[in-house]
């Protein structure tokens, strides 16, 4: 088993997040289809059994209607996807992660502002006591607590 990089471990936190963020809203069919062709890696069979993941997701977080049990899928639903892009990344090689990485936060930062806008926060990304920002061609993690 390979150890991840920080930077690589934020971008699968990330992306956990964003799954669970985005199943059930308009970006969700934008963001299945991107997810589905970055993880399957130009496979068709693999991206289709991404998809099949990603609707399962969706589906978990639909049949959620109490607003306390859809927090606890949402929140199971990043834990999975959170352990899911971290082991998806620790079995590339080197090369292939950093692809994968790149892609993943392509696909999570969207549309960047103009340079003449004024920038600002794409995102925020909170797992347990650490959360991470991204935003203007830059990224920070802040662990909270005394263990940090």
Request: hydrophobic share 45%; net charge negative.
């Amino acid at each position: 088993m390979r150890v991840l990089s920080e930077a690589l471990l934020a971008a699968a936190a990330a992306g956990g997040a964003a799954v669970a963020q985005a199943a059930g809203t308009d970006a969700w069919t934008t963001m299945r289809a991107r997810l589905a062709r970055l993880s399957g890696r130009r496979d068709a069979p693999q991206e289709q059994a991404e998809v099949v993941l990603l609707d399962a997701t969706g589906a978990a977080l639909s049949a959620a209607l109490d607003p306390h049990a859809a927090e606890a899928e949402r929140t199971r639903q990043t834990e999975l996807w959170t352990a899911w892009f971290a082991a998806t990344l620790e079995r590339l090689p080197e090369a292939g992660r950093e692809q994968v990485a790149a892609g993943l936060h392509a696909l999570l930062d969207g549309p960047r502002p103009a340079p003449d806008s004024g920038g600002g926060m794409t995102h925020n990304v909170v797992n347990g006591p650490a959360f991470t920002q991204v935003g203007d061609h830059n990224h920070q993690t802040i662990h909270l607590g005394t263990g940090a």
